[in-house]
Each structure stands twice: as C-alpha cells, then as structure tokens.
C-alpha cells in the first residue's frame, strides 16, 4: 500500500503562482509514477503532468488549456515527496488537485493509477 497526502492548495488571483506537495509513504518502491490529475465541479478527472521513478522523466498534459509551459513537475526522493509547481494561473486551472501512483509510465489515464490521495482545492480568482 501506497499512501499519499498533498498539501499546498489555495486561493490565488489570475497571474499568480501555487506549489503543490504530495508526501508519499508505504510501498512507494512498488511505483514507477507519480503523477497529478485535476477534476473541475462538474467535470471528469484530467491528467495534468507524471513524473518517472527517477525524476529524469517528466510527461504533461499537451491538449486545450495545455498546462505545458506554466506548471512544472519534480521530486525529492529524500523526501518522498513529488512537487507540481503553477505558474501564470487562470481561472480555469481551478479545480480540486490529486496525486496519485502507479506503475505504468506516460499514461493519462485514471484507471492506470493505483493509489490515490485525497485532494487539494486550487481555486483562482480576482
């Protein structure tokens, strides 16, 4: 078992930047992934950027409102934590923010992700 915890959810106007942390614990060498994911009141659950084992890999969400070039993945394994950093934020990335584990890399799929924290709300606005 893999449990995860994030933590740095807010409130921010549009323009302005937020860090998220995703402590993990248990069985994290059972992981290949880390990855955070994003859900909108009314909407279904997004991928928004995976980060390797390693941290030399990094993979992000690349369609509408594309986050690629604003948000940035990393991790410390010394720490166990994986880190999503949100830069020039708007309106619509406000959503309740996950972070999740699983073993197979590059997928964007929920289904693909095995363990699963409990969310932290983003929320920006003027």
């Known amino acids: 078992q893999v449990q995860l915890v994030e933590s740095g959810g807010g409130l921010v106007q549009p323009g302005g930047s937020l860090r998220l942390s995703c402590a993990a614990s248990g069985r994290t060498d059972s992981t290949n992934t880390m990855g955070w994911f994003r859900q909108a009141p009314g909407e279904e659950r997004e991928f928004v950027a995976a980060?390797?084992?390693?941290?030399?890999?990094?993979?992000?969400?690349d369609y509408a409102n594309s986050v690629k070039g604003r948000f940035t993945i990393s991790r410390d394994n010394a720490k166990n934590t994986v880190y999503l950093q949100m830069n020039s934020l708007k309106a619509e990335d406000t959503a309740v923010y996950y972070c999740a584990a699983g073993a197979k890399w590059r997928s964007e799929y929920v289904s693909d992700y095995d363990y699963w924290g409990q969310g932290t709300q983003v929320t920006v606005s003027s």
């Open positions: 980060i390797s084992w390693s941290g030399l890999m990094t993979y992000y969400q």
